[in-house]
């Protein structure tokens, strides 16, 4: 029985996944054309493009700053959800998790209503003080930060619950003003999910595709991103290219969940060294 | 005075956690707010340390009227019941914690000259308090390596650190098993009588009180049943409640006493003597325990006397005896008399 159903995981991951990646792997290795030279040396080319220089710059820069608003605000919004009592705040959790049930396409499609210069809400009054978003690298920023949001929040939210109050009620107990027993008490205790988080957040930054598409406007050195430029490339009959730029993107995704299992595997043991003593 | 709370209330919701307290704590004594779960003596201390605030009433610490301070700005120390120390500290850390932070003869920053002697004063306090506290070989540990009762002791030293004008403990023993607590109890009456800071502990254990307390608050209800010293909540209890509450009570005749002040004869004849009949007889320990069916009376008396009394008094179930209180008997009206008084 137990061999059957790892049998039938094993072949659905393959199919799902390992077939597929094997296949973005295998291509971007492979020759171009007949008699054409492959491997490492070509694939190393390719990237050497400066378009794809440029789409890899621009995700790079849309996926920093993307983490960074998102660390800072996640943390933030996450002590106020769990340390404050106050009305709406079961409707601010929930708006909290949208942007992980939403469409990306629909997320990029709402910023556009709201900030484009032409038809957005804000967008004629943001022009007027000469900031365009939509178009532009913050709309790009705005519009990943969006999708990735409760990432951060969500991995925060749960250690918080779990420490209670009592240490950093002690601390001001002490004398700690409110950033002394945040800095000194919270920060520390909620290090490992807060990293955890922002790694998180940086894979799905770095491979967003939805949300950008729409915002961006997407053409060569202008507002392509790496994942923008794996489509256009793809389409448009330029292929190997597309292969590895998409390869690059697997290696940092592999990378990341790297990051992330060696992150948890020191926070098991803390937690164990704890339950041994009585 | 040293803590002065005048006509403070709170309440959550309908629920009424306090209503209405008056009561002055007097400087360097060991006073314990005794009271059953829920009866509103956490949310009282945790009142005076400012970790919550009363809906209307005023908190005065040394003098000063604190009921609008933060609590940093009030200068208490407090232990919580599951010690909340710090768990990425070491024990020498969490020590240090209050005498770093401070703005005024704390920790100066790195790029200060004065910083290397800051650290010095700071581990020679911390030393001194970890002597005091007998954690000096655990310094480098961190908290998970240590026992519940030394975590207790750990938080009371990151309490003492700051030089509080009052140290708060809330339900301080009360996750610790029973022979730690114990200990710890002895060990804390010790530790203030040599520090002397003004000290309130709450527990709902009324031996752990009568122990150490120099003076207990009875409450109940959200209201304060009464104050006094160990001997006259025991000998003179205001009322029906803290009788019951500070030891094991028993009803006869008009009045409810200890069983141990009761005064058992297989003979009549003592004047105000109740006659009943013997229905159990428990030994337990020391003492023997009598389950007495008293004519008259709906609910039985139980009676403790010596085990040298009882093997004297030679006593059986079926045997018919005479009970009356003990000269000198504490006692209170029983609260619903229903018994036509017989005496023979």
Redesign the interface.
């Known amino acids: 029985m137990t061999l059957a159903l790892r049998f039938l995981v094993i072949a659905y991951l393959a199919v799902l996944v390992v077939w597929p990646l094997w296949e973005v792997t295998s291509r971007t290795f492979a020759p171009t054309e007949r008699n054409a030279a492959g491997g490492v040396a070509a694939f190393l080319e390719r990237l050497q493009d400066p378009s794809v220089a440029y789409a890899f710059s621009l995700t790079g820069t849309v996926a920093f700053w993307a983490v960074l608003i998102n660390t800072v605000f996640g943390v933030g919004i996450s002590l106020l959800l769990v340390r404050y009592q106050f009305p709406g705040r079961r409707v601010l959790s929930v708006l909290v998790d949208l942007p992980m049930s939403v469409s990306p396409v629909v997320v990029g499609l709402a910023l556009v209503l709201a900030y484009s210069s032409g038809q957005g809400w804000f967008g004629e009054a943001l022009e007027g003080v000469g900031i365009l978003i939509i178009g532009t690298t913050p709309g790009l920023v705005m519009a990943t930060a969006f999708v990735s949001l409760p990432l951060v929040v969500r991995e925060i939210v749960p250690v918080l619950e779990e420490v209670g109050t009592?240490?950093e009620?002690?601390?001001?107990?002490?004398?700690?003003?409110g950033w002394?027993t945040f800095r000194?008490?919270t920060l520390?205790?909620i290090k490992w999910a807060v990293v955890y988080g922002v790694v998180l957040s940086m894979a799905r930054s770095l491979g967003e595709f939805g949300a950008v598409k729409i915002v961006s406007p997407g053409a060569e050195f202008r507002g392509e991103t790496a994942t923008i430029l794996i489509q256009n490339r793809y389409t448009n009959y330029e292929e190997p290219t597309a292969y590895a730029a998409a390869f690059v993107l697997v290696l940092a995704s592999v990378l990341a969940l790297v990051v992330v299992s060696l992150l948890r595997k020191p926070e098991h043991e803390?937690e164990n060294?704890?339950e041994?003593?009585? | 005075m040293s803590i002065e709370v005048r006509g403070v209330s709170k309440t959550y919701g309908d629920f009424v956690a306090l209503g209405d307290i008056n009561v002055s704590l007097p400087t360097g004594q060991l006073t314990a707010l005794l009271g059953p779960s829920g009866g509103g003596k956490s949310t009282l201390l945790r009142i005076i340390a400012g970790l919550e605030s009363a809906d209307s009433g005023s908190v005065e610490i040394e003098g000063t009227d604190a009921t609008r301070l933060p609590p940093q700005k009030r200068n208490v120390g407090f232990v919580f019941q599951h010690y909340a120390v710090f768990k990425h500290m070491t024990v020498a850390k969490n020590v240090a914690f209050g005498l770093e932070i401070r703005t005024h003869g704390g920790l100066r920053p790195p790029w200060a000259p004065q910083r290397r002697r800051d650290r010095e004063r700071i581990r020679a306090k911390v030393a001194e308090l970890l002597e005091l506290v007998h954690l000096s070989q655990f310094a480098h540990r961190l908290p998970s390596q240590l026992s519940g009762g030394q975590r207790q002791r750990l938080a009371l030293a990151r309490a003492l650190a700051v030089e509080p004008s009052v140290l708060l403990l809330d339900e301080p023993f009360g996750a610790l098993d029973a022979k730690v607590r114990k200990e710890l109890r002895d060990w804390l009456r010790r530790l203030h009588d040599e520090v002397h800071v003004t000290t309130v502990f709450v527990t709902h254990d009324q031996e752990e009180a009568l122990e150490v307390a120099d003076e207990i608050v009875v409450i109940n209800e959200g209201r304060i049943e009464q104050i006094g010293t160990p001997d006259q909540l025991y000998d003179e209890p205001a009322n029906d409640f803290v009788m019951g509450f500070l030891g094991e009570v028993t009803r006869l005749g008009p009045v409810r006493l200890r069983p141990h002040d009761i005064e058992l004869s297989p003979t009549p004849g003592a004047p105000g003597a109740l006659p009943g009949l013997v229905t159990r007889a428990l030994r337990v320990g020391f003492e023997v325990r009598y389950t007495v069916e008293v004519d008259g009376q709906a609910e039985p008396a139980l009676v403790v006397v010596s085990r040298t009394h009882a093997r004297a008094l030679d006593l059986d179930p079926g045997a018919r005896v005479w009970l009356r209180p003990l000269t000198g008997a504490t006692s209170v009206a029983a609260p619903e008399p229903r018994l036509e008084v017989a005496s023979a």
């Open positions: 009592d240490a009620l002690a601390a001001s107990s002490l004398g700690a003003s002394q000194r008490i520390p205790t803390s060294l704890q041994v003593s009585p």
